[in-house]
């Protein structure tokens, strides 16, 4: 891979793309081709349908799978119904959809069959609480991102169906709970019905 590879492809953008062993580099290579095929192909078609690119590029390196960080939106062209919108892309792309009140934010955020997480990013302490309380979704952050623990359950509400990942919570995931009952003394206190 050359270094001057990349200049071309990020020349003006402030997420640096590169190798991945350069310790400068903010965004690696997609995984394999199939997968930057179909990052690409999101990208293309959130235009097609209207979207706008604030940022990034609908190209690749010519020879890797590097992708520029991209943002599809525009006040008044991205939809909650296009495919870049809808679709876990598992890429470099954000599809921006601009919301007025706060209830119009939470109908597009649970407007999905997904839910494995949601951030928001705000001053207020209050707030977010609320609205994580109200979004379907695994997992919550709050002016900060991909925050994980070992310790803490992460998991989806919708379609991904991995159920709950680490946290005690995983371990109910191979637990089938059975209640037993015996009589052990000659004359129970209680024959029949709850104790």
């Known amino acids: ?7 071309a492809l990020n020349s003006n953008q402030k997420i640096k793309v590169g190798a991945p062993l350069d310790d400068a580099t ?18 293309v078609s959130g235009v097609q349908a ?3 690119r604030a940022s990034g590029s609908a190209e690749r390196a010519p020879d890797g ?24 892309i598992f890429g470099p792309v954000v599809a921006a959809i601009p919301f007025d009140t706060g209830q119009e934010a939470l ?5 999905t069959g997904f839910g494995l997480a949601g951030a928001v990013w705000t001053n207020d302490v209050g707030r977010p609480h609320r609205v994580a309380g109200q979004v ?3 997992t919550f952050w ?16 919708g379609l991904i169906g991995c159920g709950r990942l680490s946290g005690i919570e995983a371990l109910y995931e191979y637990t ?5 009952w015996a009589k052990t003394a000659r004359e129970p206190a209680t024959t029949f019905g709850n104790l």
């Open 50 to 52: 209207g979207a706008t």
């Open 142 to 157: 709050v002016s900060v991102y991909k925050t994980i623990n070992v310790a803490s359950p992460f998991g989806d509400d």
């Open 26 to 43: 903010e965004a690696g290579p997609i995984n394999n081709r199939t997968q930057c095929n179909h990052i690409m192909k999101m990208i």
């Open 136 to 138: 379907n979704a695994g």
């Open 1 to 7: 891979m050359k270094r001057g590879l990349f200049g």
């Open 107 to 111: 109908n597009i955020a649970n407007d």
């Open 65 to 88: 799978y590097f992708i520029s960080p991209t943002v599809s939106s525009n006040v008044t062209n991205v939809t909650n119904e296009m495919d870049v919108a809808r679709t876990e």
């Open 176 to 180: 089938q709970t059975k209640s037993v």
